[in-house]
């Protein structure tokens, strides 16, 4: 059972959050175990219910490709919304930072909940969109403030 | 018969030289007033076209240096094919210098992971209450002070 309400399913009665809930399959990762790889297909959308996820890119360091933290996810939280917008490919790598724990939603599954309850569907929907636009609201913010950086460098 | 060579008879020559200097002969050309004027734009346009011959050349020179100092992309040294293939997100080559300093590569991730934490709270915190302050502030990461 979950200790707060994950964001995926926020704006939904907690009943409905059960059965939702209830479609999906218990996952555990030991520390440092990889979920999903960059690229792969991505069929499955997580919800942590323990533990923390590092959210990586590969980037070369002194000609070598090393893992470079984008964002760290908590409990709560939703991992894998590649599953849920085509072309349904991950765009990152996911790792566990400590023993974690979550909570697997097939989107066959997702989608036949939402064909026969449109009004968790829509709010789903909702949820995921918001999911998405604070990433790129927060993934701008970060480059903006990058870009800042550069031109100093660049005029001092 | 030729007259005989005497000192006085040179010196008188010579006079008689210096003076021709000074003053011209009765048989010295005089311009005319006309031919002055032909001669002065004959100068003119040779002048002109000196000037511009020599911005042409300096012109030429200049377009042509650009291609010389560039050499043929087969004679620059070939740093791309030493460097792992490029990757997603991190197509760009490595300085060989930079690959060598001792400083270790598990602290520099360390960096690169707490100032990218560092930056994300600062985007969070904008994402809260939007302001350029906060868009511009100073970030206290190590990696890029």
């Known amino acids: ?156 | 018969m030729a007259a005989r060579f005497t000192p006085a008879r040179h010196k008188r020559r010579i006079i008689g030289l210096f003076r021709a200097f000074e003053f011209g002969t009765g048989r010295a050309f005089v311009p005319s007033q006309k031919e002055d004027t032909r001669m002065e734009m004959f100068l003119t346009i040779i002048c002109i076209s000196l000037f511009l011959f020599a911005i042409m050349a300096l012109a030429f020179l200049a377009a042509t240096r650009s291609e010389r100092t560039t050499p043929p992309a087969s004679l620059k040294p070939d740093v791309a094919t030493h460097l792992p293939p490029a990757r997603f997100f991190s197509d760009y080559t490595v300085s060989p210098t930079v690959t060598q300093t001792p400083f270790p590569i598990e602290a520099l991730l360390l960096q690169i992971d707490n100032h990218v934490r560092l930056e994300h709270a600062a985007a969070e915190s904008f994402l809260f209450a939007p302001s350029p302050a906060l868009l511009h502030n100073k970030t206290t990461s190590q990696l890029v002070n």
């Not at chain 1, 960059?38 to 893992?67: H, N, S, W, Y």
């Not at chain 1, 760290?72 to 930072?97: C, D, H, N, V």
């Open chain 1, 1 to 156: 059972m979950l200790h707060q309400q994950p964001e995926l399913f926020s704006g939904l009665p907690a009943d409905q959050i059960e059965q939702a809930l209830a479609r999906g399959s218990r996952v555990s990762l030991t520390s440092g175990a990889q979920l999903f790889a960059l690229g792969t297909a991505a069929d499955r959308i997580f919800i942590i219910e323990r533990g923390r996820i590092r959210l990586t890119l590969p980037m070369q360091v002194r000609g070598k490709e090393e893992d470079v933290l984008v964002e760290e996810m908590g409990p709560g939280q939703t991992i894998g919304w590649s599953a849920l917008i085509p072309p349904y490919r991950f765009t990152l790598k996911a790792t566990a930072s400590v023993d974690t724990e979550m909570i697997a939603l097939p989107r066959v599954v997702l989608q036949e909940l939402f064909s026969t309850k449109p009004a968790v569907g829509c709010a789903v929907n909702q949820n995921v969109a918001a999911i998405i636009g604070q990433r790129l609201q927060l993934f701008q913010a970060m480059w903006l403030r990058e870009m800042q950086r550069m031109v100093e460098l660049h005029c001092h």
